[in-house]
Antibody, heavy 121, light 113 residues
């Protein structure tokens, strides 16, 4: 069974840092583009970042550029999101998402259950 | 960034009736080289992550009931549920994945009348 399991969320003060992890199973993780998306409380969906299968290309939404870093460890079938300089508007549920194999221009076909991040003093 | 606009914001339909949700992209998401529209639809039930329903504007994901269908091209798209079931109560989102920044519509809340 294809599965994505996020961890690492929690409460953090403005300006703080947090590292999210996503454990993938049930598919050839090292052949897929992977992504993070988020959903603020009561709001819609927002793409955050994605990374190529071999970790050679990374893309970010403008609002997190310079603050967030996406990475992966194919040996561990894991995806990460390092979040620095956190702001209150980063408060959201963060989802680990699978994209395609040959291209990042693909639908988000598998979603994890999400991990909640709250930025508040 | 490309703006994706959904309508209506909410919709109440009787069981067994047709539900139609609209999605409009500010620029075309049609790629001439492969003749595909880079548009997907997702369903999100309370407390759950989104679930992919439709991609390439009209291709149903495996396991999605055939009462769900997608249509449209370039900038204007439609998600239709031909005969509403109780389990279809959810939020529905469209998303374009043609441009470098994927963007979602604001969502449509579907309820039973």
């Amino acid at each position: 069974e294809v599965e994505l399991v996020e961890s690492g969320g929690g409460l953090v003060q403005p300006g703080g840092s947090l590292r999210l992890s996503c454990a993938a199973s049930g598919f050839n993780f090292n052949t897929y583009w992977m992504s993070w998306a988020r959903q603020a409380p009561g709001k819609g969906l927002e793409w955050v970042a994605d990374v190529k299968a071999d970790d050679s290309q990374r893309y970010y939404v403008d609002s997190v550029k310079g603050r967030f870093s996406i990475s992966r460890d194919n040996a561990r079938n894991s995806l990460y999101l390092q979040m620095n300089s956190l702001r209150s508007d980063d408060t959201a549920v963060y989802y680990c998402v699978r994209l395609g194999t040959e291209s990042r221009y693909r639908p988000m076909d598998v979603w994890g259950q999400g991990t909640s991040v709250t930025v508040s003093s | 960034d490309i703006v994706v606009t959904q309508s209506p914001d909410s919709l109440a339909v009787s069981l067994g009736e047709r539900a139609t949700i609209y999605c409009k992209s500010s620029q075309s998401v049609f790629y001439k080289d492969n003749k595909k529209n880079y548009l997907a639809w997702y369903q999100q039930k309370p407390g759950q992550p989104p679930k992919l329903l439709i991609y390439w504007a009209s291709t149903r994901e495996s396991g999605v009931p055939d009462r769900f269908s997608g249509s449209g091209s370039e900038t204007d798209f439609t998600l239709t549920i031909s005969s509403l079931q109780a389990e279809d109560v959810a939020l529905y989102y469209c998303q374009q994945y043609y441009y470098d920044t994927p963007t979602f519509g604001g969502g449509t809340k579907l309820e039973i009348k």
